[in-house]
Each structure stands twice: as C-alpha cells, then as structure tokens.
C-alpha cells in the first residue's frame, strides 16, 4: 500500500488508516525532491507513525525542506480522523488513549472530545 521508495527505512510504516493517504503523499513529497537532487542518498525516514494523537515522523539528515514539510503534514493529520480520513476532526479522549476522531467515529468507538478544548469555551466568569 505503501509506496516501496529506498529511502524508507522502516520495517513497516503503520498509520492508522485514516491517515494512509497522508503518510503516501509524505512519502511522494520526499519522492519528488529527490528526483529534483534536493534531497541526497544520506536522507532516510526511519519513521513514520501515529503517538498520543500526533503524527510523527522521524528522518535522517533531513533539511529544512523536510522538516517543513513534515510539520505541514502534522498540522493537517491533526485535524484528519484517523479512523476515515475525514477533515473535520479534533483530540477525542478514552480513558488515556487518545485519538484524533470525526464527531461520528468518536461516538462508534466511545470516545469523547479532550476537555481542555471545552474548558476554553466553558470558563466560569
Ligand atoms: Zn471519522
């Protein structure tokens, strides 16, 4: 599912499904800036997964180019419901697992929205 580029150094990238398609387009992105020769064969992605609701990507001899990139990526995975891909999601909270869930997804699996996102709406005068 994954495209299999040399540069991914990782057993197996594993995202939670939702966020397949951004881990695939992360990987076509350094893709292209290696066919342009901005990035050269030191660059490596040793790691690509989902912790604590954020996505985390971890490279080798990354430039700057990378690490905006993956910053983009993350801020986007933040608001992505990692169960359907759907784009108007937020931190939802079960017990102390955390994810980032749809409104409908959240109510599937049980979980509730963070409450300090509520606390901020909800601040006693
Ligand atoms: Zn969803």
Request: charged content about 20%; aromatic content about 10%.
């Given at each position: 599912m994954y495209p299999n580029y040399t540069f991914v150094n990782v057993k197996r990238v594993k995202l939670p499904k939702g966020w397949v398609m951004l881990g695939v387009d992360l990987l076509h992105e350094f893709h292209d800036l290696k066919q342009k020769q901005?990035?050269?064969?030191?660059?490596?992605?040793?790691g690509m997964q989902e912790r604590f609701g954020k996505l985390d990507v971890q490279c080798c001899n990354a430039p700057l180019v990378v690490e905006r990139l993956i910053s983009e990526f993350s801020i986007q995975a933040e608001s992505t419901c990692q169960d359907c891909g759907y784009f108007l999601a937020v931190l939802h909270k079960r017990n102390n697992w955390v994810r980032v869930l749809c409104a409908d997804c959240a109510l599937k699996s049980n979980y509730r929205l963070m409450t300090s996102n509520s606390n901020l709406t909800h601040r006693p005068r």
């Amino acid at each position: 599912m994954y495209p299999n580029y040399t540069f991914v150094n990782v057993k197996r990238v594993k995202l939670p499904k939702g966020w397949v398609m951004l881990g695939v387009d992360l990987l076509h992105e350094f893709h292209d800036l290696k066919q342009k020769q901005i990035l050269d064969d030191s660059f490596l992605v040793c790691g690509m997964q989902e912790r604590f609701g954020k996505l985390d990507v971890q490279c080798c001899n990354a430039p700057l180019v990378v690490e905006r990139l993956i910053s983009e990526f993350s801020i986007q995975a933040e608001s992505t419901c990692q169960d359907c891909g759907y784009f108007l999601a937020v931190l939802h909270k079960r017990n102390n697992w955390v994810r980032v869930l749809c409104a409908d997804c959240a109510l599937k699996s049980n979980y509730r929205l963070m409450t300090s996102n509520s606390n901020l709406t909800h601040r006693p005068r």
